[in-house]
C-alpha cells in the first residue's frame, strides 16, 4: 500500500478498552494516550481482593480482561451486587473523594485492571483542563443516570 504509513496503528488492547469505555469515549486518540499514561496496570488472580469494603477510596478500575464481582456485608453474610465484564469501571467516586468503599471488588478468574489514582485524575485537571472537564462530564453523566435509575425504583449498581 503506498500511502500505508497514513493508517492509524493498532490500538492496544488497553486503549481499545478506554476508548470503548463511556467515561473515556468522548477523547480524541492524543487524549486517550495522556490519559493511558496516566494509568496503572494491575493484574489479579482469580478470588484474589481488589479492595476491601470500608478501605478508603483512592482509585477508579477498569477492567480490562476478566471478570471482577462486587459484593457488600449483608446480615449473615455477602450479597452479590454486580458482576463486571471486560469493557466495565468501577470505584468512580474515588476520583472526587476519598470515602471508603462501599462493597468489596473481588477478581472472579485471572484479571487485568487499569488503574486511574485520583491523585493522578486531579494533577491531570491541572495540567489539561480540557482532558479533566471531558472525564469529569463523563463522570457526572454517568452518576446523573445511576441516580435517575434509583430515583425510578430500578436496580443498580452502587458506586464503589
Known amino acids: ?20 469505555s ?3 469515549s468522548s477523547l480524541t486518540p492524543l487524549e486517550l494516550k495522556i490519559v493511558d499514561g496516566l ?8 478470588d484474589e481482593i481488589i479492595f476491601d469494603e470500608g478501605e478508603e477510596g483512592q482509585a477508579l478500575y477498569l477492567v ?10 449483608v446480615a449473615g453474610g455477602k450479597e452479590v451486587v454486580a458482576e463486571l465484564p471486560a469493557g466495565s469501571f468501577f ?14 471488588a473481588r477478581a472472579l478468574d485471572n484479571c487485568q485492571l487499569a488503574v486511574f489514582f485520583r491523585a ?22 454517568h452518576i446523573g443516570a445511576r441516580l435517575r435509575e434509583w430515583m425510578c425504583g430500578s436496580p443498580q449498581i452502587e458506586t464503589l
Open 120 to 141: 493522578d485524575f486531579m494533577g491531570l485537571m491541572e495540567t489539561d483542563a480540557v482532558i479533566g472537564y471531558k472525564i469529569s462530564l463523563a463522570l457526572a453523566r
Open 22 to 24: 463511556a467515561l473515556f
Open 39 to 46: 494509568m496503572h496496570e494491575r493484574r489479579f488472580l482469580t
Open 91 to 104: 470505584g468512580d467516586l474515588a476520583l472526587l473523594d476519598n470515602s471508603p468503599r462501599s462493597a468489596q
Open 64 to 73: 480490562i480482561s476478566g471478570k471482577v464481582q462486587i459484593n457488600r456485608a
Open 1 to 20: 500500500m503506498i500511502f500505508g504509513f497514513l493508517k492509524s496503528p493498532a490500538l492496544s488492547p488497553r486503549l481499545t478498552r478506554l476508548r470503548e
